[in-house]
């Protein structure tokens, strides 16, 4: 057994022990959810010794299920789609270096495109196989690379922020010229194969939708990055469905809410936090520092999802009229409880500016090698009515060649609570609960 899969059973086993026996639908708890999200990905497209994301996707239940992928680019605009069937308790690894530099994909099937058991046995469980709906059109994938021809350049392009000729010549993604893919993944738990996106009308409820509201998978993402010996890796998020998460509810933005508000909500899915805490490490053993994965809601409604693009580059200028996005606020504490704010001025400094990124904490320039942060992402989105923008961090502590690790930042606000922000004053060690104040816009 390699010492990779040795240390991924590990963090399997350990986040099996932790996943709570009851799910609250306003937190982010590793529960079986209808939908998953990787909030960044990133794959070395030249170097296999480079950076490279695995995440795997399990089903919870005896019943088999759908798993439908859509990969999205750092403008939140969808490049490919792809279904994978999961027998009952299946798990299924998709590996995006294979996907990127070979179009492959999990080859997979369900019971009446695998009548022999071949391609997703059910072992001793024939109860635990199934078929669906327009699954004979799309399973089994015997050859790959599935992901050829346009579809590939779309991918591969796209993810990298180069030009797209078959979008005309224009790009999906911010060009950070590195060769480097990346972009955010969900995946939702569904009744039917098809090659549909969330913002497509109908893909929620209607006579025939794509999605359904199982809560029944679950996963993990893993950064692996082989030439520094550095491998992390933490639960996906997991976004549970309940039919009264909808525009009827005291939380009416959802997860899916800039593309569903037009059909009252019908994704169901909670919405995630727009405010968090994270610790920092910046010294001492920590020769790597620490990184922030950072996935925002920029509340842009696609309505065409594949045939919007926009001009290419890396600049205010360039790109979607929505970015760079802005931050209420980053602010840093020491060990003594100084604090200092970071990400002021112009939006042209924006901290966190796409829809997904890995940022450096040292380059925000906290003046302190640890301490903590709070990042809020607080504010309304004027072309949705002003609901409040969720967001997802995390944090990677490493030290290259010897560690790494990763978890989720910590919730501070949420979106389906009414707003309550924190002032910090006084020491917290000296008791002076009076230096904590709220503050309702």
Same mark, same amino acid.
């Given at each position: 057994m390699s010492r990779f899969t040795t240390v991924l059973g590990a963090v399997l086993l350990a986040f099996l022990l932790t996943v709570p026996a009851a799910a609250d639908t306003c937190s982010n708890d590793p529960v079986p959810a209808a939908t998953l999200l990787v909030p960044y990905f990133e794959v070395d497209m030249l170097d296999s010794d480079g950076v490279n994301t695995l995440f795997t996707i399990h089903n919870a239940e005896p019943e088999a299920t759908l798993a439908h992928i859509t990969l999205w680019t750092d403008w939140s605009l969808p490049s490919v789609t792809f279904d994978v069937f999961l027998t009952g308790f299946d798990v299924v690894t998709v590996d995006l270096r294979d996907v990127f530099v070979n179009g492959n +994909? *999990?080859?997979?099937?369900?019971?009446?495109?695998?009548?022999?058991?071949?391609?997703? &046995?059910?072992?001793?469980?024939?109860?635990?196989?199934?078929? @669906?709906?327009?699954?004979?059109?799309?399973? &089994?994938?015997? #050859?790959?690379?599935?992901i050829q021809g346009t579809a590939y350049e779309r991918l591969v392009n796209g993810h990298t922020g180069k030009p797209v000729a078959s979008a005309g010549g224009q790009c999906l993604a911010a060009d950070l010229d590195d060769n480097i893919a990346r972009g955010y993944v969900t995946i939702d738990d569904a009744v039917r194969c098809s090659i549909e996106v969330p913002p497509e009308p109908g893909y929620f409820g209607g006579n025939f939708p794509v999605a359904s509201d199982d809560n029944q998978l679950w996963g993990e993402v893993v950064y692996i990055e082989p030439g520094n010996f550095e491998m992390s890796a933490m639960p996906l998020?997991? $976004?549970?469905?309940?039919?009264? +998460?909808?525009?009827?509810?005291?939380?009416?933005?959802? @997860?899916?809410?800039r593309y569903t508000r037009y059909e009252g909500g019908e994704d169901h899915r909670e919405p995630l936090a727009t405010s968090w805490a994270f610790h920092f490490n910046e010294g001492g053993p920590f020769t790597g520092g620490t990184d922030l994965v950072a996935w925002r809601d920029s509340g842009s409604d696609l309505q065409n999802p594949f045939g919007t693009t926009f001009t290419c580059g890396n600049g205010a200028d360039k790109g979607p009229d929505w970015w760079p996005l802005e931050e209420y606020r980053v602010r840093c @504490? #020491?060990?003594?409880?100084? @604090?200092?704010? $970071?990400?002021?001025? *112009? =939006?042209?400094?924006?901290?966190?500016? $796409?829809?997904?990124?890995?940022?450096?904490?040292?380059?925000?320039?906290?003046?302190?090698?640890?301490?903590?942060?709070?990042?809020?992402? =607080?504010?309304?989105? *004027?072309?949705?009515?002003?609901?409040?923008?969720?967001?997802?961090v995390a944090a990677f502590h490493s030290a290259a060649g010897l560690f790494a690790g990763g978890m989720p930042a910590t919730e501070l606000a949420h979106a389906c609570d009414a707003y309550v922000g924190v002032v910090f004053a006084d020491g917290f060690e000296s008791g002076n609960l009076s230096s904590w104040s709220t503050v309702f816009p």
């Open positions: +994909i *999990p080859i997979t099937a369900d019971d009446q495109s695998d009548v022999m058991d071949s391609i997703s &046995p059910h072992g001793a469980n024939p109860e635990w196989d199934g078929s @669906f709906q327009d699954c004979q059109n799309f399973f &089994p994938f015997f #050859n790959n690379p599935v998020v997991h $976004l549970e469905a309940d039919p009264e +998460i909808n525009a009827g509810a005291p939380w009416a933005y959802t @997860f899916y809410g @504490f #020491n060990e003594s409880e100084s @604090f200092v704010e $970071l990400c002021d001025g *112009p =939006e042209e400094i924006a901290c966190f500016p $796409l829809e997904t990124q890995k940022i450096e904490m040292q380059s925000l320039g906290a003046p302190w090698s640890f301490g903590w942060c709070e990042v809020d992402f =607080e504010g309304r989105i *004027p072309q949705l009515g002003g609901p409040r923008p969720q967001s997802f």
